[in-house]
């Protein structure tokens, strides 16, 4: 069987995972920065997979069951605090809030 | 009872602490009786102890109580030795001490800070007490510092007034020039010969230096320095005539009679380094000189009935120098003694001059007092007596001793004699210049007055008559303290010398008479005269020395605190402030608040550390 070579992945990897990062620096609407970071763990997840499956270790696998039930928890509490966020404060453009400056 | 040596100065001390705990809040009655009576318990101890030491025909005792402190080697504690010497001076401290604080019981019943004054005066006997009986020399210096603070607080009783303040600075500061310099002294003293206890000390300075070695002679001059200042001898001298700010009774007690002569006994006590350092012996000698003539010549110019009596005890320490330099050990000692009877009496009598008439100092606002002030006058009389060593009183014969002894001396020996006995002219002068101008002659005002002198203030003054007129057959028995150095020779000395001695106090007296009482002389036709004018304003200013040290010192001093008045130093540490400050509102700048920002700082610190790491 043709395997995908590694570079190809971790490449792929890297791409979501600047795009990720890019759409959390860029993006004002906080639901769409909660999204950015999902990308982001995605492409570190999509990173354990390749490397794990280049060297036929399993812990690669358990590491990315690992990040998705990460990912699970931190969106329930991120938009839990979203939805408190935008009951207090009426926005979710995440620039407006900056009370804890200097 | 030699064993409870340690209740001498224990009692004072306690008799300190309960005054000052409570706070004056005590009856008068109860402060005078716990003030007076802990000294008064010493003074038995002390009498007792005496009676036993000198029964037993011991050369000395030692009685360690407790250590102080342990480092390596050096242990100090507080170790009590008692020898001829500190047995006088315990009894002079003690006992006149004792008599003072009687006085005082009636001198001070006006006063508001009662307590305050004889918490005070309690502690300095404490301390006084423990700089003569200290077996070790830190313990004498604990003693020294204590006594110069109890002067200062002293000095300093009347506070509400600024005057009396800066002369307690004044003697404060400029005593500490001297105990500086002793406190080098026990420095190179320790680190030389590797113990403080006085003793072991002098015993290791004989066998170690050889005499006018160079170490010697530095470490007598520097305990030099330290005995200069206490005892108000030039250069440290100015202190004492402000020093008579304080009450009456102080100026006797501490100005006169003890304090000021600790500095003889620590040269007395320590006299091997000077015999090691001829030289600084000499120097000692001349300090003396130089001194009693000078205070003597200012003497004469003042008005101030008290300024009049310290130049005089200035003059007078000049004597137990002069004694000391000449290796007249047991002499100087001797005078220390009679000295402590005749000038605590001639202080106690200016304090009843002084109460009586209303807290007039100056002498030319009296006159014609003796009806008025029998006791007074009578005090005066025997006491200025005794100061100008009138035949067989008990100056005569301490003075005799130190001037003898001057006159064996080879070489300068006949130049310092003959100093001295200018000084004995001079101190018959200004004594009888004093009795004559407040008790003689018409009266200048105050006709109302009217003698103060209840039992507690006679009593004291009769008994220090009896030993003002007799003190001079007492013998100290220090003969053993100082026997391996004291020049016995037979020397002889002709009639002549004797008469001489013994004429030349009168003829002060008696000029003296010609001047202020039968107006044979006249003080104003001598001062018409220009070079009379500045001699006066010259003497009267102490020879200057205060305008000299004013400018030469405090001026300078002053200036450079002018100039640094913004404080050089701390600029270094205020801008340390600043620039932490300027740092701070960068770095906050840096917390906008905003979430995509630090995102970013993550992100970017990330990226700089993984290529710094790639490629380092």
Redesign the interface.
């Known amino acids: 069987m043709q395997t995908i070579p590694i570079e190809h992945g971790l490449i792929l990897a890297s791409i979501l995972f600047a795009i990720g ?1 890019i759409g ?3 993006r004002r609407n906080v639901i769409f ?1 909660l999204m950015s970071l999902e990308i982001m763990l995605n492409a570190t997840g999509l990173a354990f997979i390749v490397a794990s499956s280049r060297w036929g270790h399993a812990e690669g696998q358990v590491m990315f069951i690992m990040i998705l039930t990460l990912a699970a928890a931190e969106v329930a509490i991120g938009l839990g605090l979203i939805i408190q966020m935008y009951r207090r404060y009426h926005t979710v453009d ?2 407006l ?6 | 009872m030699i064993d409870f040596i340690w209740l001498l100065p224990t009692f004072p001390l306690l008799g300190f602490l309960s005054l000052v705990l409570t706070g004056g809040n005590m009856p008068k009655k109860a402060t005078a009786i716990i003030g007076a009576g802990s000294i008064g318990l010493s003074f038995l101890v002390a009498a007792i102890i005496a009676i036993q030491f000198l029964g037993s025909g011991e050369e000395f005792v030692v009685r360690h109580v407790w250590t102080w402190m342990a480092v390596g080697d050096f242990t100090p504690g507080f170790s009590f030795y008692l020898d001829g010497l500190s047995l006088v001076m315990m009894l002079i401290i003690t006992g006149v001490g004792f008599l003072i604080h009687l006085y005082s019981t009636g001198f001070m019943v006006d006063d508001p800070s009662y307590s305050r004054f004889f918490s005070y005066m309690n502690l300095f006997v404490a301390s006084m007490l423990m700089l003569v009986l200290a077996d070790n020399l830190v313990l004498l210096y604990l003693g020294w510092e204590g006594v110069g603070l109890c002067s200062y607080l002293l000095i300093g009783f009347w506070y509400t007034n600024p005057d009396n303040g800066y002369a307690a600075r004044k003697a404060f500061v400029v005593t500490r020039v001297g105990d500086t310099s002793m406190a080098i002294g026990l420095f190179l003293l320790f680190s030389q010969l590797g113990t403080l206890n006085i003793q072991e000390l002098l015993h290791n300075a004989e066998e170690q230096w050889v005499t006018g070695s160079g170490l010697a002679v530095a470490a007598a001059l520097l305990l030099l320095g330290g005995a200069v200042g206490k005892s108000a001898q030039l250069p440290l001298q100015t202190w004492l005539p402000d020093a008579m700010a304080g009450p009456t009774p102080i100026s006797a007690l501490i100005h006169a009679a003890t304090m000021v002569t600790a500095g003889v006994y620590l040269i007395a006590r320590t006299h091997v380094l000077f015999e090691l350092a001829p030289t600084v012996q000499l120097l000692v000698a001349f300090i003396g000189l130089a001194t009693l003539l000078m205070a003597g010549f200012t003497a004469l110019t003042q008005r101030d009935i008290k300024r009049i009596l310290a130049y005089s005890t200035i003059s007078q320490i000049g004597y137990m120098f002069l004694g000391l330099g000449v290796g007249a050990w047991s002499a100087a000692v001797f005078h220390l003694m009679t000295h402590a009877f005749f000038k605590a009496l001639l202080f106690l009598g200016a304090g009843t001059v002084i109460l009586s008439l209303h807290h007039e100092h100056d002498i030319f606002k009296m006159g014609g007092k003796w009806k008025k002030l029998p006791i007074a006058f009578a005090s005066f009389l025997i006491g200025s007596l005794a100061l100008a060593a009138f035949p067989f009183t008990s100056g005569y014969f301490s003075k005799d001793e130190i001037l003898l002894a001057a006159l064996a001396v080879e070489g300068p020996g006949i130049w310092l004699w003959m100093g001295g006995v200018a000084g004995a002219f001079l101190t018959g002068l200004y004594s009888f210049r004093l009795v004559f101008v407040v008790f003689f002659g018409e009266s200048n005002g105050h006709d109302d007055a009217k003698e103060v002198a209840g039992f507690s203030m006679a009593a004291p003054l009769v008994v220090l008559m009896v030993f003002s007129l007799l003190g001079g057959l007492i013998q100290v028995p220090v003969d053993s303290v100082f026997s391996h150095g004291e020049a016995h020779g037979e020397h002889h000395v002709s009639f002549l010398m004797h008469a001489i001695m013994m004429a030349v106090p009168m003829m002060g007296i008696a000029i003296s008479y010609l001047f202020y009482v039968s107006k044979t002389f006249s003080t104003e036709k001598i001062m018409a005269s220009n070079t009379a004018k500045f001699l006066h304003r010259f003497w009267f200013s102490g020879w200057g020395m205060d305008g000299l040290y004013q400018r030469l010192l405090v001026n300078p001093f002053l200036f450079l605190a002018r100039i640094n008045r913004a404080d050089l130093v701390d600029k270094f540490y205020a801008l340390l402030v600043t620039l932490t400050r300027v740092a701070n509102g960068m770095i906050t700048q840096t917390q906008t608040g905003n979430l995509r920002w630090y995102a970013l700082s993550v992100a970017a610190g990330l990226v700089l550390i993984v290529t710094l790491g790639v490629l380092l």
Do not use: A
């Not at chain 1, 809030?97 to 200097?102: A, I, P």
């Open positions: 990062l959390v620096l860029t920065v995440i620039s809030l900056s009370g804890m400056k200097g």
